[in-house]
């Protein structure tokens, strides 16, 4: 993976890219979202391992990503068309992801390039 991008993510309501080097630096004020970015690949990592009731682990190796869903949308928003939109992306393949909360239920829909 060499790149990931991310939108309605915590503070980020406007889609963000993060290019992933071998060393990779996140500076910036406090609060200005750079603990959000850094729990992201644990997320990613351990929501597409094996099958879990709900689309994202929102508890991974003891870091707490939220309590629920709403948790990690961009101003907590998850009525309307609001989706939190994940991309992974490497020099073969990528994956394009979209979490949506209908209901209380939270549907994934994704897309493989």
């Given at each position: 993976m060499n790149k990931i991008t991310f939108e309605n993510y915590k503070s980020f309501k406007d889609k963000q890219e993060l290019v992933i080097k071998p060393i990779t630096i996140l500076l910036g004020k406090n609060s200005s979202g750079k603990s959000s970015i850094?729990?992201?690949?644990?997320?990613i990592e351990h929501s597409l391992k094996g099958e879990f009731p709900e689309p994202l682990q929102l508890i991974n190796d003891e870091v707490e990503l939220g309590a629920e869903f709403?948790?990690?949308?961009?101003?907590?928003?998850?009525?309307?068309?609001n989706a939190l939109k994940i991309g992974l992306y490497s020099p073969v393949e990528s994956l394009e992801v979209s979490i949506f909360q209908t209901n209380q239920v939270t549907d994934l829909y994704s897309v493989l390039k």
């Open positions: 850094a729990k992201l690949p644990s997320m709403r948790d990690l949308m961009h101003g907590r928003k998850t009525t309307g068309a």
